[in-house]
């Protein structure tokens, strides 16, 4: 989504520490830290960011992790992110409830429906809104989904912006034991996602029957967990839905479902190839790139939203 104001020094990882209070003597095996997302109002909607926070910037080359609700808009209403920019990365919307318009300087007017993927490249930059449709707006209309940021490398930072969509049809999905992975974006479990990625990464959406086993991926040096919905279990200890999972690197823990089951996102990757700088919707390793996207924005240069010309987000 938008609106994350964290410079380099604030959101610089910093292993072996937790947000909910456990410190790590206390965390199973394979276990380095536990995430607790914090909430924060977006476009008239509550979501809960798990990344960046101040114990790690980045897993893998996930910069950002905002969990959409779950909830419902009354008639006449709906979700208004308003025109913003975006340099240095690329954003990834996936759904489990509800539809989103996505409108973009490039031209790109696409709804995002329930197990699609967009994948929208900022590179050098771009401008992007997300509005719940008018026709949805007409009745009661739930959201839940997630909105993540993946940092481009280095030498990807500055390439043309681009936008790709992806229907769940296309997504490779493995079912084994009481576990059905739909892999979003990268490799692992053995399938890889026909979604570009300029970094090593695994994305997946994992849904697990009540005691199901799922291990993790073991080629990529960070992995992580997000549990969306119901329990798992590590090591004898258990996670409750809203917590961020960071396993330790060379570990091969498998995360077990509680008696519920259980609904996860996987993700993790290379490490990045330095932290990043983050202020507002800007990701760069260069402070001066930021100050000089700060001026863009400012100046109206990224360009207009075809389709949302009359409003957009001023710089904080």
């Known amino acids: 989504m938008i609106q994350c104001e964290l410079d380099q020094s604030e ?44 114990e790690k910037q980045m897993i893998g080359p996930f910069i950002f992790f905002d969990q959409m609700g779950p909830g419902e808009f009354l008639t006449g209403t709906g979700l208004d992110v308003r025109p913003h920019p975006h340099i240095g ?47 949805l707006r007409t009745h009661p209309n739930r959201l839940f989904g997630i909105q993540s940021w993946v940092a481009l490398p280095k030498a990807k930072e500055e390439t043309e912006a681009a936008f790709a969509h ?25 399938i ?21 086993t799922l291990p993790l991926p073991d080629r990529h040096e960070e992995r992580g967990a997000y549990v969306v919905e119901g329990s798992i279990d590590v090591a004898g200890v258990r996670f409750e839905a809203g917590r961020m999972l960071l396993f330790r690197s060379g570990d091969q823990p498998a995360v077990q479902a509680g008696p519920t089951g259980a609904r996860l996102l996987m993700l993790g990757g290379a490490v990045m190839d330095g932290p990043r700088y983050i202020f507002w919707n800007f990701v760069s390793s260069s402070r001066d790139r930021i100050e000089q996207a700060k001026a863009d924005w400012k100046a109206r240069r990224f360009g207009t939203v075809a389709g949302d010309e009359q409003e957009f987000i001023p710089l904080p």
């Not at 965390?27 to 997302?37: A, D, F, K, Q, Y």
């Not at 009481?178 to 979003?184: K, S």
């Not at 090593?200 to 199901?212: E, K, N, R, S």
Request: aromatic share 6%; no cysteine; proline share 9%.
């Open 11 to 54: 959101a610089k990882g910093m292993a072996g520490n937790s947000t909910d209070g456990v410190s790590p003597p206390s965390l199973p095996s394979g276990i380095e830290m536990v995430i607790v997302p914090r909430a924060h109002d977006v476009g008239g909607f509550e979501v809960h960011r798990a990344l960046p926070a101040k």
């Open 89 to 135: 990365l690329a954003t990834v919307t996936y759904l489990f409830e509800g539809s989103i318009q996505h409108r973009d300087s490039l031209g790109t007017q696409l709804p995002i429906v329930p197990g699609d993927v967009n994948w929208m490249t900022a590179g050098r930059g771009i401008a992007h809104s997300e509005r719940t449709d008018a026709s």
């Open 166 to 190: 992806h229907p769940a049809a296309s997504l490779p999905v493995l079912e084994d034991g009481g576990v059905r992975l739909r892999l979003i974006a990268g490799d692992g479990w053995g």
């Open 192 to 212: 890889r996602s026909p979604v570009d990625t300029h970094w090593p990464l695994f994305y997946a959406d994992a849904t697990l029957a009540p005691g199901a």
